[in-house]
Nanobody
Framework: QVQLVESGGGLVQAGGSLRLSCAAS????????MGWFRQAPGREREFVAA????????YYADSVKGRFTISRDNAKNTMYLQMNSLKPEDTAVYYC?????????????????WGQGTQVTVSS
């Protein structure tokens, strides 16, 4: 029904920046809230940021607050994650997620659709 494809990951030095994109296709009109999650080796998937359908409301994990910015362009069916002042502990596979509900939750289970993930590696 909905396909999500992430891009923009890569290798960057600590203190650097990356911008992730998540392009949605298919029945995009059913998408409401969206979010970014990440998973490092041996760890559980964790919340990074979430955004309401309009983009008015945004939410961040404490670990990225002030460094990362989530946004979306509904006309392009694309969500973004601007990541600045990157740290080695930000290294993970980053996943975008979308749900039909308007509620932008911070846990992964309620999200209906997921991308395949993009690797972000921050070297020290």
């Amino acid at each position: 029904q909905v396909q999500l494809v992430e891009s923009g990951g890569g290798l960057v030095q600590a203190g650097g920046s990356l911008r992730l994109s998540c392009a949605a296709s298919g029945r995009t009109f059913i998408i409401s809230a969206m979010g970014w999650f990440r998973q490092a080796p041996g760890r559980e998937r964790e919340f990074v940021a979430a955004i309401s359908r309009s983009g008015t409301n945004t939410y961040y994990a404490d670990s990225v607050k002030g460094r990362f910015t989530i946004s979306r362009d509904n006309a392009k069916n694309t969500m973004y994650l601007q990541m600045n002042s990157l740290k080695p502990e930000d290294t993970a596979v980053y996943y975008c997620a979308a749900r039909r509900s308007t509620i932008a939750t911070t846990t992964p289970d309620p999200y209906d659709y997921w991308g395949q993930g993009t690797q972000v590696t921050v070297s020290s």
